[in-house]
């Protein structure tokens, strides 16, 4: 079946510029996260929705970061006026149960300049 | 916090010879516990997962892992390597008590020498 889709795979966003980065699900997956991972690194922790609901942001580094699920599928990830640091991959995961893990997706590898 | 730490952020092995990927945790109650791999531009692809069954788990691509409680340990291993096990691989937790998101360790890259 269908796995986790991410667009665009690539983004080069001029500092400052907004960027709006997109995540289907596998359907029927009710938790979404959001990972940020630079290079050479592990994934970090965004945030999580379950269905619509945002129940943990605690990951998103500024307020320049806003995430919304406004209708318990599709994500978007926004990023207002990038800045350099911004720079990683972007990675959405999806899950049924938190013991099965999660299912990711191939990310959006962002790039400001 | 929960933390989770991989020890060696690159090995080198040889094609045919054993892998072994170390990785521990930090919490006194054993946690989901999950390997992943990542292969160069892609995505994360679930190895395999302990959850509180067998202590020993089999996954994908021939890989197994031991959880042992009394190391804080869940180690990854691979009896014979092939040139397609080069990758990048992640040991991740999610805490039982609460909580969904995964805690990633820092990565091991694997190289396998013909």
């Known amino acids: 079946g269908a796995g986790v889709s991410q667009s665009p795979r690539y983004k080069v966003a001029k500092r400052g510029q907004d960027v709006a980065l997109r995540c289907d699900p596998i359907s029927g997956h009710v938790s979404l996260f959001w990972y940020q991972q630079a290079l050479g690194q592990g994934p970090e922790f965004l945030t999580y929705?379950?269905?619509?609901?945002?129940?943990?942001k605690s990951g998103l580094p500024s307020d320049r970061f806003f995430a919304e699920r406004p209708e318990g599928s599709v994500s978007t990830l926004k990023i207002q006026r990038t800045q350099q640091e911004d720079s990683a991959v972007y990675l959405c995961?999806?899950?049924?149960?938190?013991?099965?893990?999660?299912?990711f997706g191939p990310g959006t590898r962002l790039l400001v300049l | 916090a929960q933390s989770v730490t991989q020890l060696g952020s690159h090995v080198s092995v040889s094609e045919g010879a054993l892998v072994l990927l170390r990785c521990n945790y930090s919490?006194?109650?054993?946690?989901?516990l999950f390997w992943y791999v990542q292969y160069p531009n892609q995505g994360l692809q679930l190895l395999l997962k302990y959850t509180s069954a067998a202590t020993l788990v089999k996954g994908i691509n021939g890989f197994e892992a031991e959880f042992k409680k009394s190391e804080t340990s869940f180690h990854l291993t691979k009896p014979s390597a092939h040139m397609s096990d080069a990758a990048e691989y992640f040991c991740a937790v999610i805490p039982k008590a609460a909580g969904n998101k995964l805690t990633f360790g820092g990565g091991t890259r694997v190289l396998v020498k013909p």
């Open positions: 919490s006194s109650v054993p946690p989901y």
């Open positions: 929705f379950q269905n619509e609901a945002q129940l943990d």
């Open positions: 995961a999806s899950s049924l149960a938190r013991d099965r893990g999660s299912d």
